[in-house]
């Protein structure tokens, strides 16, 4: 792995609603597939984090949200990148979720988190929301 290389900033929704949190299945077309994730992704340059989780919400789910406050950043390296993720809690204005990116979505109960198969970015806050 390149040392040098450039941390990519990432924003992550955390949704919850009535005792569950959403999760999506990493898209069939993209690296890291069989993962589950919170909603997000990268930030454009220039972008805060929570205009691309606005972004990305509506890319990914076709629902527009509102990003509340940022709950938890963490670095991870992968070994073909390092990222910074930054998880912000987030209300979606409907409750219709159109899979856009060809991915599943399911409202897990926030105590079970801990036994989804998370990207390993997200699985420290999977844990700490499922105590």
Request: hydrophobic letters at 35%.
């Amino acid at each position: 792995m390149n040392t040098s290389q450039e941390r990519i900033l990432v924003a992550a929704a955390v949704v919850r609603k009535n005792g569950k949190t959403l999760v999506c299945s990493r898209p069939r077309h993209s690296s890291l597939t069989g993962y589950y994730e919170f909603p997000g992704g990268k930030c454009e340059p220039g972008e805060t984090p929570e205009l691309c989780i606005v972004r990305e919400i509506k890319e990914e789910l076709g629902v527009l949200c509102c990003p509340f406050d940022r709950i938890y950043t963490l670095n991870h390296d992968y070994p073909e990148k390092k990222v910074k993720v930054v998880f912000i809690r987030c209300f979606l204005l409907s409750d219709t979720l159109t899979p856009l990116d060809n991915q599943d979505i399911k409202w897990v109960e926030t105590k079970n988190l801990s036994g989804v198969n998370f990207l390993p970015a997200d699985l420290p806050l999977a844990n700490m929301l499922a105590e």
